[in-house]
């Protein structure tokens, strides 16, 4: 092949030109598609760098990633993500959207110009699979090996010509982790690529003209090949029904006529359902034995059955997997330690410079109490976030994530669901919206919903926040043996998310979500050294993510608030306070003078709009040992968790009489109660406040979310429903049942 | 139940253990998710090993090695090697 790059005019470039648009107007689609595990993600990340953005296909909230990739002509294209897939035959929604975007099936994401297909090369047979599939739908392809380096290591040999001319498409060895090989990837990409010709199925005759027959009937997309709109018959064939994308397509009276096709088929040809798997899987061994060649036997099958004989030991495996679990949530306090610390002293000083600076008033109000001790509460979390996702993008791209729903298959199963379920409940620890997200990859409803339901129980990493803030305040730092007594709690939290989430899936597995266990396959990748590069840029999208939030919700909520606790003001009864503080003063009596202050500005809180809607809350919440700061804290935390810490700090920084940027931790513990003058806030105060937010649905987003990924309002209505109350019983039970012990 | 010709399901098979795919049965889309993972006819497979508590089990067919429960497992049928 040559590595000349040429650029084509642009009306030899465009293969479908849209109504309405120029040629030269319309940016080429360059979609990466494989199989899960293929290093595609890696390739992406390594082709776009920084230039990309996550949104979502409508309608369904799978992760749609786009990035810019400029060629070596200088000419840029957009390059699609598409999610990893076994089969152009769905089994689970992302597959589904894999399957309409290449077939011209999806209204908002046109059949992309170029397909870059991403084997994994020490696995070709089996990507194989797809890729024939791929092919033969028409559009041109390239097709991309990855991982040649551990391949070649390997003793597999690949001959790329060979393979070429078997396919019909360019073929290029690559190692996307290591940057091998993609200046020659970028060349192909500028190509005009030809689709291929080739053609693997064998169907038999009796399929191959229902088949046809079917397929004259179907509306003409000019981008399909004759093949391509075979297999789009195939898919009507093969569907019961559910499938929207293709119910849209196909007119209503050829699938009438489906019905007795796929009768008349089962009759005479029981496995024509089958047959076309069958004849891939004979042509793949025909390219095998043509194009590859093996020497030496593979070290690395070896080695991965050495790692495996620990980590999915009886024993050993879960008792790995359980250490491995505490030392993430021990390190994730530990090590984001020093950094948060730093963050929190320029926030003060931050703070102190700008209220010295500032003539006191309502503009130094805002910015200070408002806008810095808000945005600032919020951001130095970051750390944690950073740290979190950085252990959970290594355990995702080592391996060690796929051996983890191994061991936990069996016992996920005993409340009825699989070990698919546990990677976006494990997720969820980090948000549960990315973790509901990723529920998709269930094939079976029932499952996914019950997922979804039980995902916001695990403590996600705005909680994180509110459990720092409190443990940090009221837990004594205690060493008991090589853990300490904060670290113990926080493992608790987490220990309670997930004993909750598992009481309600076996109740919703038992009542409303009933039936029976579905089909479930993972692939247990070979053991891999993470691509720092990609596991880094997840961890700056994760963190990008919530500071986005940060800076606009929080920041939006911060400033509401500080509005809503600093008005309508005391009016006539201020101007008294004013006085009595005016003649303590003349007389002399700081003591006086300060407590009037306090006592104003309390005065003040307890009259604004936000403490009047916290009182109003009280009375339900004073059984839990909450008073209505906490009241105001739980109404302004439904616009995300961590908004609770910044309240906390606006509405302690308004009642408190300016003596400078104390710590929030600090002020918590200082506190009185108004009426008894003893501390307002126990440890067991504290620790019902984090049962609360453990298990009460608080987040905004998440009902959101669940609405889209539901399409009803049944499911995210009955959520707030089942874990609010569940919240209030456990901290009911938490505070009471501390107080009869003699607790705080 | 013995099989006349000797063969056993997927999950009979000793872990460790190779044998070669002879037919699937089941609900139709079972099947075919199965076949596209590589599970055909003609197709030598392994029981490499079961999970700690003994579902699913790991195992290893065209290079791959996939997890999948027993449940699953006992719908191939297997000639061993």
């Given at each position: 092949m040559s590595n000349h790059s040429e650029v084509a005019s642009p009306d030899v470039r465009v293969i479908h030109p849209l109504p309405g648009t120029s040629d030269e107007a319309r940016r080429q689609q360059v979609a990466i598609l494989g199989n899960p595990n293929s290093g595609k993600s890696t390739l992406f990340n390594r082709l776009?760098?920084?230039?990309?953005?996550?949104?979502?296909?409508?309608?369904?909230?799978?992760?749609?990633?786009?990035?810019?990739?400029?060629?070596?002509?200088?000419?840029?294209?957009?390059?699609?993500?598409?999610?990893?897939?076994?089969?152009?035959?769905?089994?689970?929604?992302?597959?589904?959207?894999?399957?309409?975007?290449?077939?011209?099936?999806?209204?908002?994401?046109?059949?992309?110009?170029?397909?870059?297909?991403?084997?994994?090369?020490?696995?070709?047979?089996?990507?194989?699979?797809?890729?024939?599939?791929?092919?033969?739908?028409?559009?041109?392809?390239?097709?991309?090996?990855?991982?040649?380096?551990?391949?070649?290591?390997?003793g597999i040999h690949i001959d790329e010509m060979a393979l070429e001319q078997s396919l019909?498409?360019?073929?290029?060895?690559?190692?996307?982790?290591?940057?091998?090989?993609?200046?020659?990837?970028?060349?192909?990409?500028?190509?005009?690529?030809?689709?291929?010709?080739?053609?693997?199925?064998?169907?038999?005759?009796?399929?191959?003209?229902?088949?046809?027959?079917?397929?004259?009937?179907?509306?003409?997309?000019?981008?399909?090949?004759?093949?391509?709109?075979?297999?789009?018959?195939?898919?009507?064939?093969?569907?019961?029904?559910?499938?929207?994308?293709?119910?849209?397509?196909?007119?209503?009276?050829?699938?009438?006529?489906?019905?007795?096709?796929?009768?008349?088929?089962?009759?005479?040809?029981?496995?024509?359902?089958?047959?076309?798997?069958?004849?891939?899987?004979?042509?793949?061994?025909?390219?095998?034995?043509?194009?590859?060649?093996?020497?030496?036997?593979?070290?690395?099958?070896?080695?991965?059955?050495?790692?495996?004989?620990?980590?999915?030991?009886?024993?050993?495996?879960p008792m790995f997997f359980v250490v491995l679990m505490g030392a993430i949530f021990q390190s994730v306090f530990e090590w984001a330690a020093p950094a948060m610390d730093l963050i929190d002293r320029g926030i003060s000083s931050l703070g102190e410079f700008v209220g010295s600076h500032m003539p006191p008033g309502p503009l130094e109000s805002l910015i200070v109490?408002?806008?810095?001790?808000?945005?600032?509460?919020?951001?130095?979390?970051?750390?944690?976030?950073?740290?979190?996702?950085?252990?959970?993008?290594?355990?995702?791209?080592?391996?060690?994530?796929?051996?983890?729903?191994?061991?936990?298959?069996?016992?996920?199963?005993?409340?009825?669901?699989?070990?698919?379920?546990?990677?976006?409940?494990?997720?969820?620890?980090?948000?549960?919206?990315?973790?509901?997200?990723?529920?998709?990859?269930?094939?079976?409803?029932?499952?996914?919903?019950?997922?979804?339901?039980?995902?916001?129980?695990?403590?996600?990493?705005?909680?994180?926040p509110v459990y720092a803030l409190l443990i940090g305040a009221f837990v004594p730092k205690t060493r008991i043996g090589i853990l300490t007594l904060p670290g113990i709690t926080l493992f608790s939290m987490y220990f309670l998310g997930i004993a909750a989430a598992i009481l309600v899936a076996w109740a919703l597995k038992r009542t409303a979500l009933r039936g029976g266990?579905?089909?479930?396959?993972?692939?247990?990748?070979?053991?891999?050294?993470?691509?720092?590069?990609?596991?880094?840029?997840?961890?700056?999208?994760?963190?990008?993510?919530?500071?986005?939030?940060?800076?606009?919700?929080?920041?939006?909520?911060?400033?509401?608030?500080?509005?809503?606790?600093?008005?309508?003001?005391?009016?006539?009864?201020?101007?008294?306070?004013e006085k009595r503080i005016e003649t303590a003063e003349r007389a002399g009596n700081e003591t006086r003078a300060a407590a009037l202050r306090s006592e104003m500005a309390g005065a003040k809180l307890r009259n604004s709009f936000a403490g009047r809607s916290g009182r109003l809350l009280e009375p339900l919440i004073e059984p839990l040992g909450f008073d209505w700061k906490i009241g105001i804290s739980l109404i302004?935390?439904?616009?995300?968790?961590?908004?609770?810490?910044?309240?906390?700090?606006?509405?302690?920084?308004?009642?408190?009489?300016?003596?400078?940027?104390?710590?929030?931790?600090?002020?918590?513990?200082?506190?009185?109660?108004?009426?008894?003058?003893?501390?307002?806030?126990?440890?067991?105060?504290?620790v019902s406040l984090m049962v609360f937010f453990v298990l009460a649905c608080q987040c905004m987003s998440t009902v959101a979310i669940v609405r889209r990924e539901t399409n009803t309002w049944r499911w995210p209505i009955a959520m707030i429903l089942m874990m609010n109350s569940l919240a209030w019983i456990a901290s009911f039970a938490v505070f009471q049942g501390g107080r009869l012990l003699g607790l705080g | 139940m013995i099989d006349p010709n000797g063969w056993v399901t997927l999950d009979e098979l000793t872990p460790g253990g190779d044998g070669v795919v002879r037919g699937l049965d089941g609900a139709a889309g079972i099947v075919r998710r199965l076949m596209d993972l590589g599970l055909v006819p003609g197709t030598v497979v392994r029981h490499v090993r079961c999970a700690p508590l003994g579902d699913p089990l790991e195992i290893l067919v065209r290079g791959t090695h996939l997890s999948i429960r027993r449940s699953e497992a006992g719908k191939v049928h297997v000639e061993p090697l």
């Open positions: 776009t760098g920084l230039r990309q953005k996550v949104g979502n296909y409508s309608g369904v909230t799978v992760e749609k990633k786009v990035g810019q990739c400029t060629l070596p002509s200088g000419r840029r294209v957009d390059l699609l993500d598409l999610p990893g897939t076994y089969s152009l035959h769905p089994g689970s929604p992302d597959e589904m959207i894999v399957r309409d975007v290449l077939f011209g099936l999806n209204p908002e994401t046109p059949s992309p110009d170029l397909i870059v297909f991403v084997v994994d090369a020490t696995q070709l047979d089996r990507h194989l699979f797809l890729a024939m599939q791929l092919i033969e739908v028409g559009r041109p392809v390239v097709l991309a090996l990855n991982m040649c380096d551990a391949a070649e290591a390997e019909g498409v360019p073929v290029v060895s690559i190692s996307a982790a290591k940057g091998v090989g993609i200046g020659t990837l970028r060349r192909l990409m500028d190509r005009d690529v030809e689709p291929s010709n080739a053609r693997f199925r064998q169907r038999q005759p009796a399929v191959e003209r229902v088949l046809q027959s079917v397929s004259a009937r179907l509306p003409r997309r000019n981008l399909l090949s004759d093949s391509g709109r075979l297999d789009l018959a195939f898919a009507l064939m093969l569907d019961d029904g559910e499938d929207d994308a293709l119910a849209r397509y196909a007119p209503l009276d050829v699938q009438d006529d489906l019905r007795i096709l796929r009768a008349r088929l089962d009759d005479i040809l029981p496995q024509w359902r089958t047959d076309d798997a069958t004849s891939i899987y004979e042509a793949i061994e025909g390219v095998m034995t043509h194009a590859v060649s093996r020497t030496g036997v593979s070290r690395a099958d070896q080695r991965r059955d050495r790692i495996d004989r620990i980590l999915t030991h009886r024993v050993w495996g109490d408002g806008i810095i001790a808000g945005v600032g509460a919020t951001i130095i979390f970051v750390p944690q976030i950073a740290v979190l996702f950085l252990l959970m993008s290594i355990m995702e791209a080592t391996g060690y994530m796929a051996r983890a729903a191994f061991i936990m298959d069996r016992i996920m199963g005993r409340v009825g669901l699989s070990g698919r379920a546990f990677i976006p409940l494990l997720s969820s620890f980090a948000c549960a919206i990315p973790g509901i997200m990723a529920a998709r990859t269930i094939d079976n409803r029932r499952d996914r919903i019950t997922t979804i339901m039980i995902a916001p129980f695990m403590s996600c990493s705005a909680r994180l266990r579905p089909l479930y396959v993972m692939e247990l990748p070979p053991y891999r050294m993470p691509s720092w590069r990609s596991v880094l840029i997840t961890v700056r999208d994760r963190c990008l993510l919530f500071l986005r939030k940060a800076g606009t919700v929080i920041l939006a909520v911060s400033i509401v608030l500080w509005f809503l606790a600093s008005h309508p003001g005391l009016g006539a009864e201020g101007v008294r306070f302004t935390s439904f616009a995300a968790r961590e908004v609770m810490v910044s309240t906390m700090a606006t509405v302690f920084n308004l009642d408190d009489s300016g003596e400078g940027f104390l710590s929030l931790r600090e002020k918590l513990r200082e506190a009185k109660d108004p009426k008894t003058g003893e501390a307002a806030y126990t440890p067991l105060t504290a | -």
